[in-house]
């Protein structure tokens, strides 16, 4: 069988560190390997308009920062689609047909929409678009045939809903859509990162993040205003690991060889961990040899960003190409699915009854 990723970022900000250690790292890794036969990226336009619906304007100017993030953390077009969701309409119509195969009671059940109802404010009055929204997602990531999609764990319910739908969907109809399965990082640090006020997921809605374009002065301000352990007081109080975001984003970034660069004292995480707990150890240097870390890691980021800046046409033309093609790929599968549900009358100009 084919190997086919599909995923996406939704166009409500521009990307931070969490998408970065959830998803896109794993993505420019998949790509690099060559271990695929097709990559789609798709910005979700159309489902941040389901709880930006009055914001058009936030949603169109961050199409292009999404990109812009895409293209300097190194996914390729050449090698990677990349598309924009809302001008694909096949989406659009197989979320019509596949809403038939969902009750409502399930999509209310659904954890994350349920968090993200509660984030929002919409207990008293849910837009219907934001319900459906897992719908969707299983309209776009089935319309490609996807068979591996690399998310954060907040999206497992919505793989969840979509291999439901493709069961129920080939069961009634006939064997046209392909189950999907995440795929998560292997580092439990990086499936849901805490955002810098420890409190959530790191989310572009909380203004929580740490953001792949900040500057550098930026960056390390909001390190050194982290949440860590309310408990540690005096740096000779021991110290608790757990729920530290501190060392949460040390565990999602750090690697061993970041010792001998910035903090000769220890070879590794454990040993920094170990005198944490014992006491002695004080917040500001973790925070210290954290930014250095992420400077590190962000600085060819944001200057090819910076360099990309200066030439959006290209950007947007690689995003009409991708949009043409993804196009391509989709229009096939809906016509397999009109076929399946016997919609198809008007097929080889002729009437098929
Ligand atoms: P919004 O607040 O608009 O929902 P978001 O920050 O949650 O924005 P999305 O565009 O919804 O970002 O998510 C894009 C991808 O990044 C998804 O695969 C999601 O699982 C992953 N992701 C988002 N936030 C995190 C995080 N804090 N840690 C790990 N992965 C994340
Ligand atoms: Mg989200």
């Known amino acids: 069988m084919e190997k086919i990723i599909l ?18 790292r794993k993505r420019v890794q998949l790509q690099n390997d060559g271990d695929y036969d097709k990559m789609f990226i798709m910005i ?31 996914l390729d077009p050449l090698k990677t689609t ?9 989406l659009t119509e197989l979320t019509f047909y596949y809403m038939n195969l969902v009750t409502i009671s399930r999509l209310q059940r659904n954890p994350t929409v349920k968090a993200e109802i509660q984030m929002r404010d919409f207990e008293t009055s ?18 490609f045939k996807a068979n591996f999609v690399p998310v954060g764990e907040d999206q497992l319910p919505m793989i969840e809903q979509t291999k439901e739908i493709v069961r ?13 399965d995440a795929i998560l990082s292997d580092n439990s640090s990086c499936l849901r990162l805490p955002g810098t006020d420890g409190k959530a997921k790191m989310s ?35 110290g608790h690991i ?21 903090m000769p004292e220890y070879t590794n995480l454990d040993e920094l961990k170990e005198h944490y707990k014992k006491g002695g150890l004080g917040d500001m240097k973790v925070k210290r040899f954290l930014n250095s870390i992420i400077q590190k890691e962000l600085l060819p980021i944001r200057e090819k960003r910076k360099e990309l800046e200066q030439n959006t046409d290209i950007i947007f033309e ?25 919609i198809n009358y008007f097929e080889h100009n002729k009437i098929i009854f």
């Open 7 to 24: 995923t996406g970022d939704r166009p409500t900000g521009r990307l931070h560190i969490g998408h970065y250690v959830g998803s896109l």
């Open 44 to 74: 979700a336009d159309a489902q941040a308009l389901t709880d930006n619906f009055d914001n058009p304007s936030k949603v169109r100017n961050n199409i292009i920062e999404i990109a812009l993030d895409y293209l300097s953390v190194g």
């Open 82 to 90: 990349i598309f924009i969701q809302s001008q694909v309409p096949e």
């Open 126 to 143: 849910i837009p219907t678009g934001f319900l459906c929204y897992p719908i969707s997602q299983a309209a776009d990531i089935t319309a």
């Open 168 to 180: 129920k969907f080939n069961s009634i109809y006939d064997n046209v859509l392909i189950e999907p």
């Open 204 to 238: 572009k809605s909380l203004n929580n993040c740490i953001y792949l374009s900040d500057e550098s002065d930026t960056i390390k301000n909001k390190i050194l205003n982290m949440y860590t352990d309310p408990l540690h007081i005096q740096v000779s109080d021991p």
């Open 242 to 262: 757990e729920g530290n975001t501190v060392f949460t984003y040390l565990d999602a970034f750090c690697k061993d060889e970041d010792f001998g660069e910035f």
């Open 318 to 342: 690689m995003l009409k190409n991708g949009t043409i093609d993804a196009r391509k790929v989709a229009a096939s599968t809906l016509r397999e699915v009109k076929e399946a549900m016997k």
